[in-house]
């Protein structure tokens, strides 16, 4: 064989002869061939048997593809997964007017990390990372954090309470208790997964996407998450000039440097229960100044001396008031900083500095008050964006004006949690590792179908194995294929929403008052904390925070945000807030600094989530009752509020707000049960009673007919017939149901807004309680739907009975199984 080219039929002869656990010589004398063969096959192997190969034989692989497939092992098993953006990326100063690094000083490339004409920088160590975390698995509480190192997130295991700090105080044992790890403790456990490196390197805030502060505490937690810390590298560095970083403060006094300062905490009792238990100090801000730039033209004729103007673009990056408290900061403090940084910008000294309007652009803001607080005031985020320009004014004049652009990166539509199976041909060569497609698992029998309509159920569990059809245009009446069973665990449930990162969870409010934590995967509950006496209505997880949620009540309105912890089953937390009464939907803004409360009136109510306390009430916006308002997905600002007037207003917390000056309207059909923002923010469903379901394209401030879809939804004659519809994780599929009907449609988004079919959950309550189907067939009906927050295949629909002691479960749906 070895002196033959390497054929298919080598390769099982490979895989027998590496599993088989053959000695390194002897599978050297059968195949004779190049590492980069040795590294294409190595894919089809599992990690454990790559381990036992390469231990073996480590001649076979170089160095850069064992790095490769280490990468590709920790992204499989989900200990890594790939960012949108790097830091680099996020902060990456102009090369004219950066900040500068003295001669002598170790340069590194901003965009890879690496240094210029040096060694490379901290690389992460894969085959590190995934034996530490292999290992963390099979301990139990083991407390993780995400971090982002370049343009990867890493699971980062973490010994609690390594820092030695827990009995400093009370409050370093609160914080620990918390999952809230000094910094050194998350320092030397990414040291542990890098390579051995001079480069000194310290950790920021990661919100939402975006860069923030220098962190005072890293967040841990035993469940998954989305990555709350960035390594941040440096421009340079050397011994005597110390370190010059890539964000501001550039340069760190002597006692701060690589998050070493000491935390000199306020007095007992200033941290505050909940997400946020400590204030910041400062506001980091990206400057993107656009200024005209001259430069001299050349032609065939010679040098022309007419000037040509284009625009040039300058970033930098700004902390505003580092040595004040956050909330005290004024906009007319944000101004002097701008002021002060013109001329690094290219900018004239001597212009003023005032906000631009979002109603008149070009135009400065009217009579701008210079005292307004940015944080409870103008509801300022860390990270934000500013576009400076420079304008004249029609009176005469130059002034400066800067917009806000808090808009953050959509998030990737990809299973949670998940593990990718590796590239292979076969399904053999996957071994141990799971299948990307979601199955649910129950102790009840599966009975095999083919329709819904005449499918045995067992325990209420459903197999809809329909053969596969040809892709053509299908009717509202076909059957999509899918499978779904009931969660046992979910009777008396209300409201539901999955959790936004961790696989399996989903929070339920159950109509006693009671909220629970469900897996949903494995069909058990696992949290619980009685709210109140009212059934729960408003359900709203934190993104930053996975561990938190909001909850309220109807009738009462009673507010409170509630936290879980996976390491001590059963037990929840909770904080209470100023109530908000008749409240019927809660929402929290993508960075989680906001959260809104609306319900049976004419007003929204806007909470603090730092403080929990209530900033201000948004009177008048409807004519009518708000049944329902929805923060934008990647907007902390932009939320849409849907009414019993027939309309659906978006609105903007950036412009001093009238319910007579929305950024849009749109004039529905009917009056409006629900509304929600399609992924990516660019078009609005509103679903009301009857066949009212219409989309909306946010791309135009002026809606017309050319921008409004509506879907042909079968009619069914009833006044109380209401809708409720919502997006897919991917945005390309609408799901609806409506109280009168015991089945979920499922429409395409594109024109014409085609059906793509149904799913019919007749009989699954009554079967359940031991009910005659042909009694209940009739009073059985979907009351509400939740969409998987990241993969598009899973569904759950909220199932009641009509009668004066309704039954109501959840069923757990998986699209194409």
């Known amino acids: 064989l070895g002196s033959e080219p390497l054929r298919n039929t080598d390769l099982p002869f490979k895989l027998f002869m590496a ?240 998050n070493g300062r000491s935390e000199v905490w306020p007095k007992s009792g200033d941290l505050v229960p909940g997400p946020y238990p400590w204030s910041c100090r400062g506001w980091l801000v990206e400057v993107v100044a656009k200024r005209p730039r001259v430069r001299q033209s050349q032609c065939s004729r010679g040098i022309d001396s007419t000037p040509i103007e284009d625009m040039t673009t300058v970033r930098r990056w700004l902390e505003v008031g580092r040595q004040s408290r956050s909330r005290n900061l004024t906009l007319g403090d944000l101004c002097l900083e701008l002021t002060l940084l013109l001329p690094a910008l290219g900018f004239h000294g001597d212009c003023d500095v005032l906000p631009e309007s979002i109603w008149r652009p070009g135009c400065p803001v009217q009579c701008p008050c210079f005292q307004l607080q940015l944080h409870e005031d103008l509801l300022w985020t860390q990270g934000e964006r500013l576009h400076l320009r420079e304008v004249v004014l029609p009176k005469g004049g130059k002034v400066i004006l800067f917009s806000r652009d808090t808009a953050r990166p959509p998030k990737a539509c990809a299973p949670q949690g998940a593990k990718r199976p590796f590239r292979s041909c076969s399904s053999s060569s996957l071994g141990e590792l799971p299948a990307m497609q979601k199955t649910f698992t129950s102790n009840s029998t599966t009975v095999t179908t083919t329709s819904c309509s005449t499918a045995a159920e067992t325990c209420g569990r459903t197999v809809d194995a329909s053969p596969p059809r040809e892709r053509t245009e299908t009717t509202s009446g076909d059957v999509v294929p899918h499978s779904k069973h009931l969660l046992l665990s979910s009777n008396g449930v209300r409201q539901l929403e999955f959790h936004p990162s961790r696989p399996g969870t989903m929070m339920v409010g159950r109509k006693d008052g009671v909220i629970a934590i469900l897996d949903h995967e494995k069909d058990m509950q696992t949290h619980s904390m009685d709210i109140g006496v009212n059934p729960i209505l408003g359900i709203s997880w934190l993104h930053t925070h996975p561990e938190w949620a909001v909850v309220g009540t109807a009738h009462s309105g009673t507010t409170c945000m509630v936290r879980y912890d996976e390491n001590k089953p059963g037990c929840m937390e909770q904080v209470r807030l100023e109530p ?93 049960v629900m509304c929600c923002f399609s992924p990516d923010d660019k078009n609005i469903l509103c679903s009301g009673v009857g066949a009212a379901l219409q989309q909306f394209s946010l791309s135009h401030r002026a809606p017309d007919e050319s921008v409004v879809r509506r879907f042909s939804v079968p009619t069914v004659n009833a006044s109380t017939n209401y809708r409720r519809s919502l997006y897919l994780a991917d945005g390309a599929t609408i799901a609806t149901v409506s109280t009168q009907e015991s089945v979920l449609r499922l429409y395409k988004t594109e024109v014409p807004g085609r059906a793509t079919g149904l799913i019919d959950f007749r009989g699954m309550l009554s079967r359940r309680c031991g009910w005659s189907a042909e009694d209940l067939q009739a009073e059985e009906y979907v009351q509400s739907v939740r969409s998987h927050p990241s993969d598009p295949s899973v569904l759950a629909a909220l199932l009641s009975t009509s009668d004066p002691h309704p039954e109501s479960f959840v069923s757990m749906v998986n699209l194409g199984a």
């Not at 001669?103 to 995934?130: D, K, M, Y």
């Not at 001079?198 to 923030?212: E, T």
């Not at 319900?599 to 306390?613: E, H, I, N, P």
């Not at 308002?629 to 600002?637: A, E, M, V």
């Open 580 to 672: 908000f009464a008749k409240l019927s939907s809660l929402s929290v803004s993508c960075t989680d600094d906001l959260f809104m409360a609306s319900g049976f009136c004419q007003d929204v109510a806007l909470y603090d989530t730092a403080t929990g306390r209530r900033l201000r009430m948004l009177y008048g916006l409807h004519q009518h009752f708000i049944n329902i308002s929805r923060f934008s997905n990647t907007s902390p600002h932009v939320f849409a509020t849907a009414s019993f007037d027939c309309s659906c207003k978006v609105w903007d917390l950036r412009e001093p707000m009238t319910g007579c000056r929305p950024v849009s309207t749109f004039t529905t059909d009917t009056l409006n």
């Open 19 to 258: 599993r088989s656990g053959v000695s390194a010589s002897a599978v050297g004398q059968h195949i004779d061939c190049p590492a980069e063969v040795w590294n294409s096959i190595s894919i089809h192997l599992r990690p454990r048997e790559f381990l036992q190969l390469s231990g073996v034989a480590t001649g076979f692989f170089d160095e850069r593809g064992q790095r490769a497939l280490w990468r590709e092992f920790c992204i499989a098993e989900g200990f890594a997964w790939v960012a949108e953006s790097s830091i680099a990326e996020i902060g990456e100063e102009s090369p004219s007017r950066g900040p500068q690094a003295p001669s002598g000083c170790r340069r590194v490339s901003p965009r890879t990390g690496r240094q210029h004409g040096l060694a490379s920088g901290p690389e992460i160590n894969w085959r590190r990372c995934f034996q530490a975390n292999a290992l963390a698995n099979r301990q139990i509480g083991r407390l993780f954090a995400r971090v982002r190192i370049r343009e990867v997130e890493l699971r980062v295991p973490v010994s609690a309470g390594a820092g030695g700090d827990s009995r400093v105080s009370k409050e370093h044992e609160w914080l620990n208790e918390h999952g809230w790890q000094h910094p050194s403790v998350l320092k030397s456990a990414v040291q542990k997964l890098l390579d051995p490196s001079p480069m000194p390197f310290r950790f920021r805030q990661l919100i939402a996407g975006r860069p923030g502060l220098l962190i005072k505490r890293a967040r841990c937690s035993v469940g998954e998450g989305p990555a709350s810390a960035i390594v941040e590298c440096p421009m340079s560095w050397s011994q005597t000039d110390g370190t010059l970083w890539q964000l501001p403060p550039h340069r760190e006094p002597q006692e701060e440097r690589v």
